[in-house]
Protein backbone atom coordinates (compact mmCIF):
# COMPACT_ATOMS: atom_id res chain seq x y z
CA UNK A 1 0.00 0.00 0.00
CA UNK A 2 0.99 3.24 -0.92
CA UNK A 3 2.42 5.76 1.97
CA UNK A 4 0.40 8.27 3.47
CA UNK A 5 2.60 11.34 2.01
CA UNK A 6 3.11 9.49 -2.07
CA UNK A 7 -0.70 9.87 -1.92
CA UNK A 8 -0.97 13.42 -0.55
CA UNK A 9 1.56 14.17 -3.59
CA UNK A 10 -0.14 12.13 -6.26
CA UNK A 11 -3.75 14.34 -4.87
CA UNK A 12 -1.77 17.42 -5.50
CA UNK A 13 -1.03 16.26 -8.79
CA UNK A 14 -4.73 15.71 -9.85
CA UNK A 15 -5.42 18.92 -8.04
CA UNK A 16 -2.90 20.49 -9.94
CA UNK A 17 -4.55 19.42 -13.50
CA UNK A 18 -7.81 19.80 -12.47
CA UNK A 19 -7.14 23.76 -11.88
CA UNK A 20 -5.36 23.64 -15.38
CA UNK A 21 -8.27 22.13 -16.73
CA UNK A 22 -10.48 25.04 -15.09
CA UNK A 23 -8.06 27.84 -16.78
CA UNK A 24 -7.61 26.27 -20.17
CA UNK A 25 -10.10 27.59 -23.01
CA UNK A 26 -8.34 24.51 -25.13
CA UNK A 27 -6.41 21.55 -24.18
CA UNK A 28 -5.02 18.83 -26.36
CA UNK A 29 -3.38 15.51 -25.75
CA UNK A 30 -0.62 15.16 -27.74
CA UNK A 31 1.83 11.65 -28.50
CA UNK A 32 5.01 13.22 -28.66
CA UNK A 33 7.22 9.49 -28.43
CA UNK A 34 9.66 9.83 -30.73
CA UNK A 35 10.46 13.65 -30.38
CA UNK A 36 14.01 14.08 -28.82
CA UNK A 37 14.56 15.79 -25.36
CA UNK A 38 15.83 19.23 -27.20
CA UNK A 39 12.98 18.71 -29.88
CA UNK A 40 10.52 18.78 -26.87
CA UNK A 41 12.19 21.86 -25.33
CA UNK A 42 11.77 23.52 -28.59
CA UNK A 43 7.72 22.90 -28.53
CA UNK A 44 7.56 23.91 -24.92
CA UNK A 45 9.45 27.26 -25.92
CA UNK A 46 7.01 28.15 -28.68
CA UNK A 47 4.12 27.22 -26.61
CA UNK A 48 5.61 29.73 -23.80
CA UNK A 49 5.64 32.45 -26.44
CA UNK A 50 1.59 32.11 -26.66
CA UNK A 51 0.92 31.68 -22.92
CA UNK A 52 0.56 27.92 -23.37
CA UNK A 53 2.05 25.11 -21.62
CA UNK A 54 2.74 21.76 -22.61
CA UNK A 55 3.62 19.54 -19.62
CA UNK A 56 3.71 15.51 -18.93
CA UNK A 57 1.70 13.51 -16.93
CA UNK A 58 0.89 9.96 -15.76
CA UNK A 59 -1.93 8.96 -17.59
CA UNK A 60 -3.62 7.01 -13.93
CA UNK A 61 -3.60 10.75 -12.60
CA UNK A 62 -4.89 12.32 -15.76
CA UNK A 63 -7.36 9.34 -16.12
CA UNK A 64 -8.36 10.75 -12.56
CA UNK A 65 -8.60 14.57 -13.43
CA UNK A 66 -10.76 13.88 -15.96
CA UNK A 67 -12.99 12.08 -14.92
CA UNK A 68 -13.59 14.76 -11.85
CA UNK A 69 -14.38 17.14 -15.35
CA UNK A 70 -17.06 14.34 -16.50
CA UNK A 71 -14.30 14.14 -19.62
CA UNK A 72 -13.33 11.30 -21.51
CA UNK A 73 -10.34 10.58 -23.22
CA UNK A 74 -8.95 6.88 -22.00
CA UNK A 75 -9.47 5.45 -25.39
CA UNK A 76 -6.72 8.33 -26.54
CA UNK A 77 -4.43 8.08 -23.79
CA UNK A 78 -1.98 4.83 -24.69
CA UNK A 79 1.70 5.41 -24.33
CA UNK A 80 3.44 8.54 -23.45
CA UNK A 81 1.55 11.98 -23.59
CA UNK A 82 1.72 15.42 -23.27
CA UNK A 83 -1.01 17.53 -22.38
CA UNK A 84 -1.20 21.13 -23.51
CA UNK A 85 -3.08 23.60 -21.64
CA UNK A 86 -4.12 27.10 -22.85
CA UNK A 87 -5.40 30.46 -22.04
CA UNK A 88 -6.03 31.03 -25.89
CA UNK A 89 -8.16 29.21 -28.43
CA UNK A 90 -6.12 29.02 -32.19
CA UNK A 91 -2.60 30.35 -31.27
CA UNK A 92 -1.40 27.32 -29.36
CA UNK A 93 -3.17 25.05 -32.09
CA UNK A 94 -1.40 26.81 -34.60
CA UNK A 95 2.03 26.42 -33.13
CA UNK A 96 1.57 22.61 -32.11
CA UNK A 97 0.24 22.25 -35.73
CA UNK A 98 3.38 23.59 -37.29
CA UNK A 99 5.21 21.99 -34.88
CA UNK A 100 3.69 18.83 -35.76
CA UNK A 101 4.35 19.70 -39.22
CA UNK A 102 8.17 19.99 -38.72
CA UNK A 103 8.52 17.19 -36.67
CA UNK A 104 6.30 14.01 -38.05
CA UNK A 105 7.09 12.39 -34.04
CA UNK A 106 4.48 14.47 -33.05
CA UNK A 107 0.79 13.54 -32.93
CA UNK A 108 -2.22 15.59 -31.75
CA UNK A 109 -4.71 12.94 -31.02
CA UNK A 110 -7.80 15.06 -29.62
CA UNK A 111 -8.71 17.87 -27.06
CA UNK A 112 -11.07 20.12 -25.61
CA UNK A 113 -11.40 23.06 -27.52
CA UNK A 114 -13.81 25.73 -25.56
CA UNK A 115 -15.47 23.01 -23.73
CA UNK A 116 -16.16 21.17 -26.60
CA UNK A 117 -14.90 17.43 -28.13
CA UNK A 118 -12.16 18.15 -30.77
CA UNK A 119 -10.94 15.19 -32.48
CA UNK A 120 -7.93 15.88 -34.48
CA UNK A 121 -9.61 16.69 -38.01
CA UNK A 122 -11.80 19.75 -36.05
CA UNK A 123 -8.17 20.19 -34.25
CA UNK A 124 -6.35 21.05 -37.78
CA UNK A 125 -9.03 22.75 -38.83
CA UNK A 126 -8.40 25.43 -36.11
CA UNK A 127 -4.91 25.31 -37.68
CA UNK A 128 -5.68 26.82 -40.47
CA UNK A 129 -7.60 29.94 -39.30
CA UNK A 130 -5.63 33.22 -39.92
CA UNK A 131 -4.47 34.87 -36.82
CA UNK A 132 -6.64 37.70 -35.21
CA UNK A 133 -4.28 40.32 -37.02
CA UNK A 134 -4.66 38.34 -40.32
CA UNK A 135 -8.08 38.56 -39.73
CA UNK A 136 -8.89 41.93 -39.19
CA UNK A 137 -6.49 42.63 -42.28
CA UNK A 138 -8.83 40.94 -43.93
CA UNK A 139 -11.96 42.72 -42.60
CA UNK A 140 -10.23 46.36 -43.33
CA UNK A 141 -9.32 45.56 -47.08
CA UNK A 142 -12.95 44.58 -47.22
CA UNK A 143 -14.33 48.04 -45.98
CA UNK A 144 -11.69 49.72 -48.18
CA UNK A 145 -13.06 48.28 -51.60
CA UNK A 146 -16.07 49.21 -50.68
CA UNK A 147 -14.91 53.48 -49.79
CA UNK A 148 -12.47 53.10 -52.93
CA UNK A 149 -16.01 51.99 -54.93
CA UNK A 150 -17.85 54.99 -53.36
CA UNK A 151 -15.11 57.24 -53.88
CA UNK A 152 -14.85 56.27 -58.04
CA UNK A 153 -18.92 56.53 -58.11
CA UNK A 154 -18.84 59.94 -56.74
CA UNK A 155 -15.67 61.56 -58.51
CA UNK A 156 -17.44 59.88 -62.11
CA UNK A 157 -20.78 62.11 -60.47
CA UNK A 158 -18.49 65.15 -59.87
CA UNK A 159 -16.97 64.95 -63.22
CA UNK A 160 -20.53 64.42 -65.29
CA UNK A 161 -21.78 67.90 -63.17
CA UNK A 162 -18.74 69.99 -64.09
CA UNK A 163 -19.25 68.56 -67.67
CA UNK A 164 -22.68 69.71 -67.62
CA UNK A 165 -24.50 66.96 -67.46
CA UNK A 166 -27.74 66.31 -66.08
CA UNK A 167 -28.75 64.37 -62.55
Do not use: C, W
Not at 30 to 59: M, P, W
Amino acid sequence: MASKRILEQKQAVVKEITDKLDNAKTFLLLNYQGLTVSEFAELRRSLREVNSDVKIYKNTLMNIALKDKNIELSDYMEGPNAYLFADSIIEPIKVVSKFAKDHPALEVRVGYIDSEFADSKVISEYATIPSMEGLLTMFAGGLIEHVRNLSIGLNLYAEKLEKGGEN
